[in-house]
């Protein structure tokens, strides 16, 4: 199960980041004066989001070798 968790969670990882990415893209086309403060908090929510999804996936993996 720890391991269904791990992919669960990174695949989520990559959806939230692809959804960010889209986002700050069309706000940058909307408004190109503000490109470098969107980039900078993209950059920014990106790492969280990937920082998150490694977590879970360590977890999951510490879950699945614990038989948990």
């Given at each position: 199960?720890?391991?269904?968790?791990?992919?669960?969670?990174?695949i989520?990882?990559?959806?939230?980041?692809?959804?960010?990415g889209?986002?700050?893209t069309?706000g940058?086309a909307r408004?190109p004066?503000?490109?470098?403060?969107?980039?900078?908090a993209?950059?920014i929510a990106a790492?969280?989001?990937?920082?998150?999804?490694l977590?879970?996936?360590?977890?999951?993996?510490?879950a699945?070798n614990a038989?948990?």
């Amino acid at each position: 199960m720890g391991a269904i968790g791990a992919g669960l969670a990174v695949i989520g990882a990559g959806i939230g980041i692809g959804l960010a990415g889209k986002g700050a893209t069309e706000g940058i086309a909307r408004q190109p004066e503000a490109a470098a403060k969107i980039q900078t908090a993209m950059i920014i929510a990106a790492a969280l989001v990937e920082g998150v999804a490694l977590f879970a996936a360590v977890i999951g993996f510490i879950a699945t070798n614990a038989g948990i």
